[in-house]
């Protein structure tokens, strides 16, 4: 499947990925998001990960310029996923070296990783 992204109460944006995540489709569906926010945009993400194969092999994955440039328009990051991916997916979204908080959670704790954003 790769991966989508819905938009929830207030400004909650929930990001499902399945399967391999392919660094091509990870970058539309952003952009397609990002292109209708304004400057004004600020966001909380619940990104849910299901049956997740990994990373798309030799694909560049250091292009961090998305993060980049809407670093300030996201609140807070949760995560939910397999643990066996928990510091995987802390270090690609940037935990500690973003401003927002990003927090891992196990998918059984799918309502507190809710309750924490907010």
Do not use: C, Y
């Amino acid at each position: 499947m790769g991966v989508t992204i819905r938009q929830e109460d207030g400004n909650l944006k929930v990001l499902l990925i399945t399967g391999l995540l392919k660094k091509s489709e990870l970058d539309a569906v952003l952009a397609a998001e990002a292109r209708q926010w304004d400057p004004a945009t600020r966001i909380q993400a619940l990104i849910i990960v299901e049956d997740f194969e990994g990373w798309e092999r030799n694909a560049d994955w250091g292009d961090t310029s998305f993060f980049f440039k809407h670093d300030d328009q996201i609140v807070k990051v949760a995560i939910v996923a397999d643990r066996k991916w928990e510091t995987d997916f802390l270090m690609f979204l940037g935990a500690g070296i973003r401003r927002a908080p990003v927090k891992f959670f196990p998918p059984h704790q799918l309502s507190r990783a809710r309750t924490w954003l907010g």
